[in-house]
């Protein structure tokens, strides 16, 4: 949607492919590391958790973890030219600039904000797809998906109309690699302390397989560090296909 909303407003958009490139070996190092404890599952422990699985879930958790905050060191403090924007906006220097302290607390408190609406959005989404019919893996992955990642959404729309093109791509990219390399890995550890039982990293064939055949599209587009509305248009044909897929797929399919 980032790069149809640009790309409407402005014929041809340019960000920084090394940026790009990094962004999508972490979204596929996410997918590897639920396609090695999926495949393993399905091959060793078909219908039942075994200690060595457990074991698998939890180094990978870690792993995921060490990676991410290496990916974070990265990106934040010994390569930061990798991530720079790949043009400057004259716009730019008219803007207001803010102090440390203000841009912290503003931060927090957006932040906080966004989570209090996201956990409402997405609580009535739930109801709403159980009363609209709709399978419990579509509501996961594809109706909660999009309400709960409203605020990230729309802040890259947004950059992509203003054609900060890389700041769009860190924040819906960056957004992603949070989730699978933060979020989930750190859930997988807490749900040993505080879950009936502990969380796996173990998914069906179709939802790792439409997680790599989205990691690979999104490589190939965002390679050339160029973007326009027809790309934009290639991207939600697949997110279409995906979510077709998930909303027609029977309960029992794994």
């Known amino acids: 949607m980032a790069f149809l909303a640009g790309g409407l407003r402005f014929h041809e958009q340019q ?11 972490m979204m596929f190092l996410a997918a590897v590391s639920l396609m090695v404890p999926s495949a393993f ?14 074991q698998l879930n939890l ?29 400057e906006h004259v716009s730019d220097t008219d803007e207001e600039h803010w102090s440390v302290s203000r841009a912290v607390i503003t931060l927090l408190a957006a932040s906080a ?24 893996v579509f509501i996961g992955i594809v109706f909660v998906a999009i309400v ?11 950059m992509a109309r203003k054609n900060k093109m890389d700041l769009s791509l860190g924040i819906a990219l960056g957004s ?21 039982k502990p969380l796996e990293l173990a998914f069906g064939r179709p939802e790792v397989g439409s997680l790599l055949m989205a990691v690979i599209i999104g490589a190939q587009v965002c390679g050339d ?16 296909i995906v979510a077709l897929m998930f909303y027609l797929m029977p309960e029992t399919v794994h």
């Open 15 to 25: 960000f920084n492919p090394r940026a790009a490139r990094a962004y999508s070996t």
């Open 176 to 196: 992603c690699i949070q989730i699978a390399l933060f979020v989930a890995p750190l859930l997988v550890l807490a749900s040993y302390f505080i879950a009936p």
């Open 113 to 136: 904000f966004a989570a209090w609406m996201s956990e409402i959005l997405v609580g009535a989404a739930e109801e709403t797809g159980k009363a609209l019919g709709m399978s419990q």
């Open 59 to 87: 180094g990978i958790a870690l792993i995921l973890l060490l990676a991410y905050g290496l990916y974070i060191l990265y990106s934040l403090k010994t390569h930061t030219t990798a991530f720079s924007p790949e043009t």
């Open 148 to 158: 709960g990642g409203a605020a990230e959404s729309g802040s890259a729309i947004a």
């Open 225 to 240: 560090g160029q973007s326009n509305w027809f790309k934009g248009v290639q991207l939600i044909t697949v997110y279409a």
């Open 41 to 54: 599952s399905r091959g060793f422990a078909p219908n039942e958790v075994i200690r060595a699985e457990s």
